[in-house]
RNA sequence: CGAGGCGUAGCGCAGUUGGUAGCGCGCAUGGUUCGGGACCAUGAGGCCGCGAGUUCGAGUCUCGCCGCUUCGACCA
């Protein structure tokens, strides 16, 4: 089935033998991005692009929907700010890019590229919030931020990446870890619905925990070679940046207190998210909701047929009207050649419309996530394209789920934990609590720890997978990207 | 930053014992085609990663450098 002509097998790596190289292929040959001339660094071309400005749109509409106004904080930022959280410098100082000349003059104080914007963000509402009245605060920023990591990979890591970053500020601790979970859900609502990926979600460990925050929570999403993938996190902060920062307001009791905050991100790493969870040997295959192509109508014979010709076009612009984003592939190609051109493309359908179609007062349809092919009337296509939209995301996320839960294993035993991991499975496990036992299973397995099980109450119950002393939490370990 | 691998056309590669560069795909033009990657013809496209050395002569041998990449360690 993959191959139709020996020559293309070899178009894109296969998925199964090498999983690496698929994905690279499939970022690439789908031509939803490009390395940029510097190391680490990634063009995102038109097509990516557009599935990140769906993921925008649709993540904008449940923050709106949560309080949350869009804002603008510069790139550069005084090293200085860097300083002074001393878990934030800690974690970030490996990986920061400096500004430290502008022209041959040297810097007085080095800029650094921001690698996330806790620090700028902070020294600003140190500045806006003056009274319980100013709260909350809730802001979030579409950017850029820079991390010099060592080794990339497209959409996964690479050296510069786009974001969001929530920062929100409240009065008690309460509120402010209190958005941190409320916004994971968030999250997970975009997961599920707007990109058909079924995550875990729950705190993350001390060890995985954001440098400066007091906890962090997480989504893992799992890819189709039992990989984890981090899509997303929000942070509890606690007053930690609100003491670095001089974050105090006026209390109702006429006494100053530090604010406490929130902070949360998704990035681009969410299409790398989507490639690894639904593509296949014949490349991308996209949930509709971030589809910039969700149907593709492909005339066959319109140069010999007139009816064919029109028909393709009025039925285009009627999708097109519906609110379906369509394509109409009137190109000079063979029929295969542009089937395989969509399908590497990963657009959820595709409507072949020939004579014989015509004839029957219908057109062939076809499905990218079950590559099923069957004939619908041409009336009422729209609704029908409208539903089959509908029933694809769902499918999508249906089987995703199915894998994930498929490959879950609880684990009791160390010495069982290489052989589930091996099989590309999340280890669901009870563990101590010791940074100890974490560093022992990565250097052990190459695995770390998650997130927390949703389900912590007979935790106490169990013993640690690693040493076997008593249990505090349920957690999953898996090797991650 | 440690260990391996690789640098030849846009991409994927071949290049024998040293003799001045080839294949497939892609691209361009014309024609015939069009229900799963069409075919024919013609054509464009190369600082063989860079720099030294050996040699009458280097893609090929030697040394140095640079770049990329896979696996580790570090991370959204």
């Not at 941190?180 to 705190?203: H, S």
């Not at 010999?304 to 612009?317: H, I, T």
């Not at 092919?373 to 296509?381: Q, T, W």
Request: overall charge neutral; charged content about 25%.
């Amino acid at each position: 089935m993959a191959g139709n002509n020996d020559r293309f097998v070899n178009q894109i790596a296969d998925i199964d033998s090498d999983y690496t190289k698929w994905y690279t292929d499939v970022c690439l040959k789908s031509e939803l991005c490009d390395y940029g001339p510097v190391k680490g660094t990634m063009v995102f071309r038109p097509y990516g692009y557009a599935i990140w400005e769906r993921i925008q749109a649709e993540a904008d509409k449940r923050f709106k929907a949560h309080g949350v106004q869009n804002a603008y904080f510069p790139m550069l930022i005084p090293q200085s700010f860097l300083m002074r959280e001393a878990e934030h410098v800690e974690g970030f100082a490996p990986e920061v890019a400096t500004v430290t000349h502008v022209g041959n003059t040297e810097l007085g104080e080095k800029l650094v590229l921001r690698p996330t914007s806790e620090t700028i963000i902070g020294n600003m509402y140190s500045k806006w919030i003056d009274s319980y009245r100013d709260l909350p605060l809730k802001l979030n920023q579409w950017a850029n931020v820079v991390r010099w990591e060592k080794t990339t990979r497209p959409f996964l890591r690479t050296s510069e990446f786009l974001w969001q970053e929530g920062h929100t500020v409240f009065a008690t601790a309460e509120e402010a870890n209190a958005d941190a979970l409320e916004m994971l859900e968030v999250y997970k609502d975009i997961a599920n619905n707007v990109l058909a990926l079924p995550v875990l979600t729950g705190r993350k460990s001390e060890k995985e925990k954001f440098a400066g925050a007091v906890a962090t929570y997480g989504m893992e999403a799992m890819m189709k070679d039992g990989k984890s993938l981090q899509s997303g996190t929000t942070h509890y902060l606690g007053d930690n940046f609100a003491k670095a920062f001089d974050i105090k307001f006026l209390d109702k009791d006429g006494t100053h207190k530090y604010a406490y905050q929130a902070s949360w991100g998704i990035s681009t790493r969410l299409i790398g998210a989507i490639i690894m969870a639904h593509g296949d040997a014949r490349g991308l295959c996209l949930p509709p909701p971030v589809a910039p192509v969700q149907a593709v109508v492909i005339p066959i014979g319109a140069a010999k047929n007139p009816e064919v010709d029109a028909k393709s076009k009025e039925l285009f612009a009627a999708l097109e009207n519906a609110g379906i984003r369509a394509k109409l592939d009137e190109r000079d190609q063979s029929p295969g050649f542009k089937f395989n051109h969509w399908e590497l493309r990963g657009v959820p359908v595709r409507i072949e419309l020939g004579g014989r179609d015509l004839a029957g007062g219908v057109v062939t349809v076809c499905r990218r996530d079950t590559a099923e092919k069957f004939a619908l009337p041409i009336d009422g296509l729209v609704d029908g394209v409208a539903k089959l939209l509908d029933e694809i995301n769902a499918n999508m996320f249906k089987k995703a789920e199915a894998h994930t839960l498929s490959h879950i294993v609880r684990v009791d035993k160390l010495d069982e934990m290489g052989a589930a991991l091996d099989g590309g499975n999340f280890c669901d496990a009870y563990w101590c609590g010791d940074r100890g036992c974490e560093d022992k299973i990565k250097e052990k397995f190459a695995a770390t720890s998650r997130v927390m099980h949703a389900d912590q109450s007979d935790a106490e119950k169990h013993k640690c997978v690693c040493c076997g002393k008593k249990a505090k939490h349920r957690i999953y370990f898996a090797r991650a990207y």
